[in-house]
Every structure is written in C-alpha cells, then in structure tokens.
C-alpha cells in the first residue's frame, strides 16, 4: 500500500488590519496543509509591541504572557492532533477536513448514509470515475435497501 504525504505548516500572526479600539490585534492560526492555506481566529488579541513575530508568541514573563502563550501552544496541540487523526487514514486529506475537526464540527455519530454520502463527496475529486461509479452505484443500491 502506497503512503500518501502530506505537509503541514502552523503558524501565529497578528491580523494587523484589525487593531480594536485598545490598540490590540488579533491573534490568528495560519494553517498550512498540502499548499492550502486556511486562517482561523484564536478569539485571542494583544498589542503588537507585545509579540514576537519570529516566534509567533507573546513577549514577557508575566502571569499573563504565560497564560496566552500556553493556550497558544494547546491551539497549536490541537491542530497537529487533528492532523495526526487524519493522517492515520492514510489519505490526501483536504483542508477542509482538518477545518472541520478543529472547529469542533466533526459530528460523531455516522448514519450509514451520511458516511456514504461523505465519502463520495470528499473523495470524488480524487479518485478515477469508474471508481466513483462503483461507489455512486453501491450508494444507490444501498439507499434502495435501506428505504425497502
């Protein structure tokens, strides 16, 4: 069985066309994965003489400063869990995908149906048609049982 690579990149940035009415910033994940880039806020903000932007994290060591860059290092955390958990399928994943278990969207109960129609949909721009065929086909034979 043939490994499927995949890259990933995490990143922390101030969004600077967002400065508050504090002269804060706000703080953003840029995520990285197979030349796929994808933003998403960390609800957090900071003034920018206050960051690093080498390090992507708060300058200081005050009580504070520790605080936001400890949850700065569990959001990294998730992140890579969340890609860990897909890379363990051993497939070409899709930002998205990683997009939807890191906002907590990932629905964990699975109907047969939803599966089915999940993998057609995330699957269809990847393999061949006559692949997709015999999927589209065992969906429609399936639905049939199911509704019978």
């Given at each position: 069985m043939k490994t499927v690579k995949n890259t990933l990149a995490i990143n922390f940035y101030l969004y600077k066309g967002r400065v508050n009415k504090d002269g804060?910033?706000?703080i953003v994940a840029r995520?990285?994965?197979n030349s796929k880039r994808l933003q998403i806020s960390t609800g957090k903000v900071?003034?920018?003489?206050?960051?690093?932007?080498l390090k992507g994290i708060a300058k200081g060591t005050n009580h504070e400063v520790a605080r936001l860059n400890r949850f700065l290092s569990n959001f990294h955390a998730k992140i890579s869990e969340a890609y860990e958990r897909l890379n363990l399928q051993n497939k070409r994943m899709s930002i998205q995908d990683l997009k939807v278990i890191i906002e907590g969207k990932f629905e964990g109960t699975?109907?047969?149906?939803?599966l089915i129609e999940y993998h057609n949909d995330s699957q269809g721009e990847l393999l061949e048609w006559g692949t997709m065929k015999n999927y589209m086909t065992t969906?429609?034979?399936?639905?049939?049982?199911i509704k019978n």
């Open positions: 804060k910033s706000p995520i990285t994965l900071i003034e920018e003489s206050r960051w690093n932007n699975w109907t047969v149906t939803k969906q429609k034979y399936l639905m049939a049982f």
